[in-house]
Nanobody, 124 residues
Framework: QVQLVESGGGLVQAGGSLRLSCAAS????????MAWFRQAPGKERELVAA????????RYADSVKGRFTISRDNAKNTLYLQMNSLKPEDTAVYYC?????????????????WGQGTQVTVSS
């Protein structure tokens, strides 16, 4: 079955960096779109960044543009999220998501598979 396993979350001070990873198995990783979403307590799940199957097309939430970078290594079946200049408002559970399709999408309902999430906490 499909498994998405996130890692790399933790506690960091404001201005610091973290790199999230998502190891995928059980799906044709190299031909599907992937994304990172996040959900803070009391808030809806929101898109952080998305990437097409080839990595040639990316999309970011306005709140993270210029600070976060999404990338993928199709040879390793792994998705990444480099997060720099972290702010307390970035605190949330971060989820990796995979679509059955190759085209990039920004809406949660178009993603078919989800990881269990990894907590990112940014202290002020």
């Amino acid at each position: 079955q499909v498994q998405l396993v996130e890692s790399g979350g933790g506690l960091v001070q404001a201005g610091g960096s973290l790199r999230l990873s998502c190891a995928a198995s059980g799906l044709p990783f190299s031909i599907v779109a992937m994304a990172w979403f996040r959900q803070a307590p009391g808030k809806e799940r929101e898109l952080v960044a998305a990437i097409s199957w080839s990595g040639g097309n990316t999309r970011y939430a306005d709140s993270v543009k210029g600070r976060f970078t999404i990338s993928r290594d199709n040879a390793k079946n792994t998705l990444y999220l480099q997060m720099n200049s972290l702010k307390p408002e970035d605190t949330a559970v971060y989820y990796c998501a995979a679509s059955k399709h190759g085209a990039l999408s920004t809406t949660p309902r178009t993603y078919d598979y989800w990881g269990q999430g990894t907590q990112v906490t940014v202290s002020s």
